[in-house]
C-alpha cells in the first residue's frame, strides 16, 4: 500500500471511477486474509470475506466504507454501498494501481488460462514501478454488489477493511468439528445451506464474518504449530 489509498473492486473491471475509500492508512505493507467455506454436498469452497489487516488490535466499532460523495445517513434500511462484480471476483489494491495493475491482472489470466480463479483461493499481480499490488479472490456467490467495512479499535484506529460478501447473514454456528488429518490445512465448519436472494437485508454485523475469519486463522496456527511438533 504505497499510498494507503484503499480500492475494492472486481479486478477485471477497475477504471477510474473506481474511487478509493474516504478513510486511508497510513502507507505499508498488509496481510490480506481469505476465508473460505465450504457447504455440505458442495465440491467447490466459497469465499465469505476477505480482509486488509491494518492492526492487530480488537476491533470495538464498525462503519461502512464509502468512497467520495457517499453519504451513508441517505441509506435505507437493508441498504448499503458497495463495489460491482461482473466477473466472479473482487479484490483489494492500492489506488498508486489502479491504472496498471488489473491491466497485469488481466494479462495474466490470459496467458496462464487462469480465467477460472473461482477456483482458487486467490491470485495477485505486482507493478514493480508504484510498489503496489493486486489480491484478487472469488467474489462469494458470484456477481452483484458487496459493501466493506472499516473497524476501529477502541482508540479510533483503523483495524481492518473487510469485504463482506453476503453468505454468511443468515448463517447460525455449528459445534466444533474435530481436527482433520490433513497436514496442510485444519477442518473448516461447515454452514447450513443459503438462498441466495440479495433482495434479504445484507449481513450488517461485520463483527460475525471477522470473528468467523479470525476463528480459522487461529485455527490452522494451532494446527501447523501442533504438526511442526510431531515432526521434530
Not at 455440505?40 to 486488509?52: D, I, N, Q, S, V
Not at 448499503?80 to 497485469?104: E, I, N
Request: glycine content about 8%; some cysteine; charged content about 20%.
Amino acid at each position: 500500500m504505497p499510498t494507503g489509498s484503499v480500492i475494492a473492486a472486481d479486478p477485471l473491471t477497475v477504471h477510474d471511477r473506481d474511487l478509493p475509500f474516504t478513510v486511508t492508512v497510513p502507507p505499508g505493507a498488509y496481510p490480506v486474509l481469505i476465508a473460505v467455506m465450504h457447504r455440505e454436498g458442495r465440491t467447490r469452497g466459497e469465499t465469505p470475506a476477505a480482509m486488509l489487516r491494518i492492526r492487530d488490535t480488537p476491533t470495538a466499532t464498525w462503519e461502512l466504507a464509502l468512497r467520495p460523495g457517499q453519504d451513508a445517513r441517505l441509506l435505507g434500511a437493508g441498504e448499503f454501498y458497495g463495489f460491482g462484480v461482473d466477473t466472479g471476483m473482487g479484490c483489494f489494491l492500492d489506488a498508486a494501481g489502479r491504472d496498471v495493475l488489473p491491466k497485469l491482472f488481466d494479462q495474466r489470466q490470459r496467458e496462464t488460462d487462469l480465467r477460472g480463479v473461482e477456483q482458487r483461493p486467490y491470485a495477485e499481480v505486482s507493478a514493480p514501478d508504484t510498489g503496489a499490488n493486486l489480491i484478487a479472490y472469488p467474489s462469494g456467490v458470484g456477481d452483484g454488489s458487496y459493501p466493506v467495512w472499516i473497524g476501529r479499535d477502541a482508540d479510533g484506529e483503523v483495524t481492518c477493511f473487510l469485504a463482506d460478501m453476503l453468505l454468511l447473514h443468515r448463517a447460525e454456528a455449528l459445534p466444533p468439528t474435530a481436527p482433520t488429518t490433513s497436514v496442510c490445512l485444519p477442518a473448516f465448519p461447515a454452514f447450513p445451506a443459503l438462498p441466495d436472494d440479495r433482495r434479504e437485508q445484507p449481513f450488517t454485523s461485520p463483527g460475525a464474518t471477522a470473528d468467523f475469519l479470525a476463528a480459522q486463522l487461529a485455527h490452522a496456527v494451532d494446527f501447523l504449530a501442533e504438526r511442526r511438533q510431531s515432526w521434530s
